[in-house]
């Protein structure tokens, strides 16, 4: 399976500032996905990012609370844009195609002061 | 609305002590149920994928089974390293992979 990296591991970020998360994969991917895990609760898909098409957000997060480039097949960042405390969570980032399971990094660990 | 409960939220075993977690789901045309183990610190590594009611799949000292509404992790003289949270996912049939998850259970096995 793919190994996926994630960067930072871990931020701790000021109220109101922006943090840009990266993504690497060592293979091309054509679907790549960003989730949020908050304390206590499940993964939640926040966008679908395909190379060369606008991101998919899903209910409840917009693309300017959280931007997504696509560049390449290995490649995505995720924005996390004028943070409060409630965008305090775990960042993933995770591949997979359709039906197959899906591989995920180590996450991005962010809490806001 | 797609959904993913599971249950037991937590649960304490002693090494040897064989049990099973649930995962009950509704979704609008399943397209797969995985099973993943997270480890603290670390993202979801997966275990399983099940397509059809009655497919099973086994690794080690776990085995998952899947019927139309639920999903079970069995697991057999589990020992201390069996430790960490297991989260099953549902995939939906719309246009992407996206996957439901549940809120996984925290699973601690004593020595």
């Known amino acids: 399976s793919a190994v996926i990296s994630q960067k930072p591991s871990r931020d701790i970020c000021q109220r109101g500032t922006s943090l840009t998360i990266q993504c690497q994969v060592d293979s091309q991917v054509t679907m790549m996905f960003w989730y949020r895990q908050q304390p206590g609760q499940s993964l939640t898909l926040i966008a679908t990012a395909n190379q060369g098409s606008e991101a998919t957000y899903e209910s409840g997060f917009v693309i300017d609370k959280f931007p997504i480039s696509r560049p390449n097949l290995t490649f995505s960042t995720l924005t996390v844009s004028n943070m409060s405390p409630e965008d305090s969570s775990i960042y993933l980032c995770?591949?997979?195609?359709?039906?197959?399971?899906?591989?995920f990094g180590d996450g991005t660990r962010l809490s806001i002061l | 609305e797609d959904q993913v409960t599971q249950s037991p939220e937590a649960l304490r075993l002693q090494e040897g002590e064989s049990s099973s977690l649930n995962c009950s789901y509704t979704?609008?045309?399943?397209?797969?149920l995985f099973w993943y183990r997270q480890d603290p610190g670390k993202g979801p590594e997966f275990l399983f994928t099940l397509y059809s009611a009655g497919e099973e799949k086994e690794k080690e000292r776990l085995k998952a089974t899947l019927t139309k509404k639920e999903s079970f992790l069995h697991i057999t003289a589990p020992k201390p390293e069996d430790s960490a949270t297991y989260l099953c996912?549902?995939?939906?049939?719309?246009?992407?992979?996206?996957?439901?998850f549940g809120t996984g259970t925290l699973l601690a096995v004593q020595p």
């Open positions: 996912a549902v995939g939906n049939g719309g246009a992407t992979n996206k996957l439901i």
């Open positions: 979704v609008s045309g399943l397209r797969g």
């Open positions: 995770s591949v997979g195609g359709l039906g197959q399971p899906q591989h």
